[in-house]
């Protein structure tokens, strides 16, 4: 995005701003992102006015996305300059007040094989400075080739290499977890990951990642459909947790940015009520938490408008279950006090 883009974008999402519903209820975000490799930039001061917006968020888990790399570091140590940085941010966070940086979330590449994958999380753990809690090894992968791939390059079926699965399982060892972000055709292969490593605690990002644009645009039902019966094998496997989030990422589909304004918190839980609450039910509480996916989800609304979504799609719930999808089990995954 360039300079004048953003400024577009920014003033769209002006459009529409909403007072926080029910402020003081407790909110830990479990996966945002910071930057200043992409335009535009969003570090610290960007992420403490958005935790800072009206709804009481505490805590915030960062995921990693390749920011601040250091690519002439050994290829398993390259990932470790992000950690290093953010838990620099995050002891700042502490010291500002309001929301903290509790836990890191960084990457290491599996592809590398089990010793060079150990050789990573030990550098990540010292990195972190008590904060690392787990990695993120994405593998996002479509067969349309218009559908754009992670970054990090994956192939088809990753998840059951013989090598990546060895770099896998050092993640148990150390009893660290696993963010795991992919498209929903891919719900199966981490099906059967979860059931090979049933000891490693891992997260569903995003809600699967159900596509809905380019060779998947207007197949909303079909696409639906086609979650829910992965999605109930994957709910089997106990180890497995879900982050309802990732509903503003453009390649989810909904059109929202061909809009004049940004959509309100109504249009968007009318839009994503159905499917959240049956991932809710299929999960339960105790393994689902909402997520920001900040500032990735400012693609279609701002920070307020999104966490008055969330609350609206479960505005029904009793207190407990509102805690637990708010913060509880965000807590419970990552080891948040």
Known sequence: MTHRDAIEHF??????????????????????????????????????????????????????????W?????????????????????????????????????????RLGGVATGRALDALAEAGRGRFAGIRHATAWDGDPDIPNHRTDPASGLMGDTVWRKGFAELAKRNLTYDAWLYHPQ?????????????????????????????????REEVRAACRA????????????????????IVMG??????????????????????IRWIIETFGVERCMFESNFPVDRETCNYGVLWNTFKRIVADAGPAE????????????????
Not at 25 to 50: G, K, N, R, T
Not at 70 to 97: C, F, K, M, N
Not at 199 to 209: F, K, P, R, Y
Request: hydrophobic share 40%.
């Open 11 to 68: 003033a769209w999402l002006a459009r529409t701003t909403e007072a926080p519903l029910d402020p003081g209820f407790e909110i830990v975000d479990p996966h945002h992102h910071l930057w200043d490799h992409m335009s535009p930039p969003y570090l610290l001061d960007d992420l403490l006015a958005d935790t800072r917006s009206g709804h009481n968020v505490t805590a915030t888990v960062f995921i990693e996305c390749g920011w601040a």
């Open 322 to 337: 509102r805690a637990r999808l708010f913060a509880g089990t965000a807590k419970s995954v990552y080891g948040i006090a």
């Open 187 to 219: 719900i199966p292969e981490l099906t059967a990951l979860a059931r090979a490593f049933p000891e490693t605690t891992m997260v569903l990002d995003h809600i699967g990642g159900p596509l809905g644009v380019r060779s998947y645009r207007d197949r």
């Open 254 to 275: 909904g059109d929202w940015q061909r809009q004049d304004s940004p959509p309100g918190s109504e249009a968007l839980a009318a839009y994503w009520r159905d499917h």
């Open 230 to 249: 992965s999605l109930g094998e994957l709910a089997k496997c106990r180890n497995v947790n879900v982050k309802l989030g990732g509903i503003g990422m």
């Open 70 to 110: 250091d690519r002439s570091a050994a290829p398993e140590l390259v990932p470790v300059a992000e950690t290093a940085r953010v838990a620099g941010l995050a002891a700042e966070s502490a010291r500002r007040g309001g929301a903290v940086i509790a836990k890191i979330v960084g990457h290491a590449d599996l």
